[in-house]
């Protein structure tokens, strides 16, 4: 923002008894063009129902001087025009003065907004309605995204805000998402290799831990087996029939015992 600006702010807010065009055969819908430098020149948006009473309520802000806003002579420029068929008509045009509008002593800073009605000129240099309108000077400090421009209209200022915001969001998610392939990515290739850390020596020892293993399992289950006939055993000649899970004592005749 250059030094020693300022930010003028014109509020086009609605236009009553507005004289409708004699080539407007239909219901007429307005748009106002306004400006400070006719080298930019700004536009609202298309009233569609306010007919002879449009309503806009556009913010316009201007990059100024301070010796623009002292000076008396300074002023905005707006026209009004019907939308038409082949091209659109002109309604009227209106010269505001801000020397008229704001109380400002050698363009000092008028927050609050001031207000006012202005006469509408038709095309043939007669009056006919009015043009509701505001406006208000800020400091420049007070706009930074208003750098580098010398016009722009409020909503066209916050649509550039949300796209500013929509970009920087849509770059954090892009680069989430590219971080969160990167890692799906690593995580499937190590699911893919088949590491192989062993060699003849950890094989070797590694099966000869196995048939130790299995040696010693067997052998402690034999020993189990052992100690449990041994516990069964009793005197009166019974034995223990292996290989089932419960004791059975076996009765021997006397012909047996002889034999």
């Known amino acids: 923002m250059e030094e020693g600006t300022q930010i003028l702010e014109i509020n086009l ?7 409708t065009p004699i080539a407007n055969l239909r ?5 106002a063009i306004l400006w400070v430098d006719s080298s930019t020149k700004l536009r609202t948006k298309i009233d569609h129902h306010g007919d002879e009473n449009p309503t806009w309520n556009d913010k316009f802000l201007f990059r100024v001087s301070p010796e623009f806003i002292s ?13 038409g068929c082949i ?15 704001l109380n400002s002593n050698s363009g000092t800073s008028t927050a609050t907004p001031a207000f006012t009605a202005v006469q509408v ?18 400091s420049s400090n007070d706009f ?11 909503r066209d200022l916050m649509q550039e805000k949300e796209n500013s915001r929509w970009r920087r969001r849509r770059r954090l998610n892009s680069i989430g998402s590219k971080r969160s392939e990167q890692l ?32 010693l399992k067997e052998w402690n289950c034999v020993r189990t087996a052992g100690e449990m006939a041994g516990k069964n055993l009793k005197s009166d000649g019974g034995g223990l029939l292996c290989g089932l899970m419960m004791q059975k004592k076996i ?3 006397p012909l047996d015992q002889n034999l």
């Open 13 to 19: 807010i609605s236009a009553q008894s507005l004289k």
């Open 27 to 31: 219901r007429m819908q307005t748009y």
């Open 71 to 83: 000076r008396d002579t300074s002023g905005v420029s707006v026209e009004i025009y019907a939308v």
């Open 87 to 101: 091209k659109d008509d002109i309604v009227g045009t209106v010269r505001l003065l801000i020397s008229s509008c």
């Open 121 to 138: 000129r038709r095309p043939s240099g007669r009056f006919h309605g009015v043009l509701n309108i505001g406006a208000a000077v800020y």
């Open 144 to 154: 930074s995204l208003f750098n580098g421009l010398t016009a722009i209209c409020f």
């Open 184 to 215: 799906i990515e690593t995580v499937r290739s190590f699911e893919s290799c088949d590491f192989d850390f062993s060699d003849g020596t950890d094989s070797t020892t590694s099966s000869s831990s196995s048939s130790v293993s299995t040696a």
């Open 251 to 253: 009765q021997l005749r």
